[in-house]
């Protein structure tokens, strides 16, 4: 299993294309995404659990309910959330595109990022269509992804080889992150293409048991997004003997999509709004899964542990405060606490008390873009990872005045 | 019932002080108050429910579990939490305090604020012991107030006079906000002093309940700190008739204490760490207090919400997104929002979706440092309050850099 280049066109018959419509005023910056299977496929999705949810979830899962799909279609710049016609146009958005590559407007995936509560005019999508559906390609996986950004300073996406049965499959995906990212069950918006045979139903376990231990121990700002969806489809091209249970073919499919959620997620907390670096929470001697992941994303969300973070402060007493208040059962008085990066690795608290440490290595260590803080519980022998990023003046600023 | 001035010197018998006795390097910052009744009071108090607690918390308890104090000794700049010799310290704070001033050791409430995982020693302490003790005065409440600050930038002191059946009894409080505020049952550091007398049973039951609508609807930035502590004595010098059950006279005194304890609250919150404005969450129409109640701590305690806030910027959109996520159960399409300032106020959401307003209008009313969005859930009558602040710039550069 290796990492190959090609997004979502890297999986045999997905086509992909991005462009500027209109959505957005900034005429530089792509706004439609459009990804096509040559076949229908299996598709399965996982979505926000906020009960506000943008008008293309709704419609997205009524499409994919029989776990079929043939098209992605995707805008930036207007979340279509909290209208009063959201339904119509998500719908309108998928009619158009079904039209365009003559499919069934019911296998289209449909979704929107970008602000909450205005009108989404469905004007420059109906108008950008026809350049959207020629600007199609077998390897223009980077349009799409370039469009689906909003506050994203860099493009995410990536692809794995891998062989089911004697037979090469492939798989990709891309991501949009940045800000109001706390995913809960589902996640920000991720498109994931492969061309490995596999049932709607074993494609929505793998998806889902994935995401709790990827896209939902991401944190960039603890607000769960309306819009969040992590959609795939498997258009079975690879020829592998379709994966209908579990098994070594599905261990192996599942594995892939791992490689793919892991490289997404950290690229994802890594590009947070307004951060300087990639902070990794490694929790390990957890008595059972709920305490360890529990205590990982209180650590990562905590806003004191972020700002020192930023300030490269090896402040392990906030790392303490937040594991005190996760609700997570733990004994403080058993707990040890390093960071490390590329630097190296400072141990800072043992058995819930401070220890003497070099505050100079432990500022060099820090001052890296890439931070682990490994806690360990000392209590049993469940891991878990959340990932997140500091909280920087660049945060505040892109989010003190994101409209205007 | 009406404000007066004194702070906790307000109430008759009661002392105060607060010195620099050396634990901060700052000179010129008081690091040490010491408040003191000249009888035997009921003592009532209330805890962080973080499980990494402060050693103080610790002594406390143990201190007032016989429902009475005599003194208040509290120091800032080191918290005494997560050290190997912390009990001891704070017990040796207690006994240096009982010591000076003939009370018993026992009846010490101990407190301290500042960072931490570091030892605190008590050589300061000890020996500022005997100025802190010359510096007690029955005006004294503004040492006191200023002594127990961190990076906070106002001073935090209030009282109120009633009336108990025909005596006139007095009540004031001091507070210590700013950052790792997010307090649940228990909160940040504040202590009340009171004349009227009051059993100790019917003390912590006005504290408990006032604290559920007061401190526990505050939130600063999401972190409950290790230290939370609300403490009040009644010294019963007021010589009304002991309140001892529910009734008219308990009614009144916990009317008294909501006058300060709102005072406390509000100031925290717009004290908090970088906070340019206070925000405030109105939240009417709930089909119960847990509704309500959530609703208004989600959009407080919202990252994006808040930074919306620093940039005046009427993004309502963050506003649902905050009570989608906060696990109320509510019917977003009936939710109505609206922002109010001295200037005014300016209607953005009704029935859960958009309504045209002015932009000019809304940043003028937003520009204002004093802020309150309301939320009508359109589901009951129940209401609720939270405060908090907004995330700026001076928050991320605080904490970015907070021990050196």
Redesign the interface.
């Known amino acids: 299993m290796e990492y190959i280049n090609g997004g979502v066109c890297a999986a045999k018959g997905f086509k992909a294309s991005g462009i500027h419509c209109g959505i957005r005023k900034n005429r530089t910056k792509r706004d439609l995404a459009l990804i096509v299977s040559d076949k229908k496929a299996s598709a399965a999705a996982i979505y ?6 943008g008008a293309p979830i709704y419609v997205t899962k009524a499409n994919i309910a029989d776990g079929k799909a043939q098209a992605v279609i995707c805008n930036s710049g207007n ?1 279509n ?4 016609n959201g339904i119509e146009i998500a719908e309108k958005m998928c009619e158009l595109t079904a039209d365009a590559v003559s499919i069934d407007k019911n296998d289209v995936i449909v979704a929107s990022t970008g ?5 989404l005019d469905i004007t420059p999508i109906a108008e950008g269509m026809n350049e959207l559906v020629s600007n199609l390609g077998y390897d223009n996986s980077g349009n799409a992804a370039e469009a689906i950004m909003t506050t994203d300073t860099i493009l995410k996406e990536f692809a794995v080889s891998f062989n089911i049965g004697g037979k090469e499959c492939r798989m990709g995906g891309i991501a949009k992150g940045s ?2 990212i ?1 995913p ?1 069950m589902a996640t920000m918006l991720v498109f994931i293409t492969t061309d490995a045979a596999i049932s709607p139903e074993m494609l929505h376990k793998a998806l889902y048991a994935d995401a709790q231990k990827s896209f939902n121990m991401i944190s960039i ?6 819009n969040d969806m992590v959609a795939v489809m498997a258009n079975g091209m690879a020829e592998n003997a379709e994966i209908v249970a579990e098994g070594e073919d599905f261990d192996i499919f599942c594995n892939a999509l791992a490689m793919i959620t892991e490289k997404l997620c950290k690229a994802i907390a890594k590009d947070g709004e307004g951060a300087t670096k990639l902070v990794e929470c490694f929790v390990d001697g957890g008595k059972d899964w709920q305490t360890a992941k529990t205590v990982a994303k209180s650590v990562i ?4 542990f972020k ?2 973070m ?2 490269a ?1 090896a ?4 790392v ?6 996760s609700g997570a059962d ?1 004994d ?1 008085t058993k707990i040890d606490v390093s960071f490390t990066s590329a630097k190296g690795t400072v141990v800072v ?1 043992e058995n ?3 220890v003497e440490f070099s505050e100079e290595i432990a500022k060099e260590i820090l001052l890296e873009d890439e931070i682990k803080v490994n806690i360990n519980l000392n209590d049993g022998d469940t891991s878990a990872v959340a990932r997140g990023c500091d ?3 660049d ?10």
């Open positions: 926000t659990l906020n009960l506000v949810k979340a959330t909290c209208n009063a602000v909450i509560g205005q009108p800000g109001m706390h809960n700002d603890g607000d769960t997004s309306t969300c905590s806003s004191l700002a020192a930023f300030g402060d402040n392990w007493g906030r303490l405060c937040a594991i005190g208040y733990v403080v608290c819930g008390a401070g909280l920087t003046y945060y505040v600023k892109i989010n003190g005045d994101y409209r205007t």
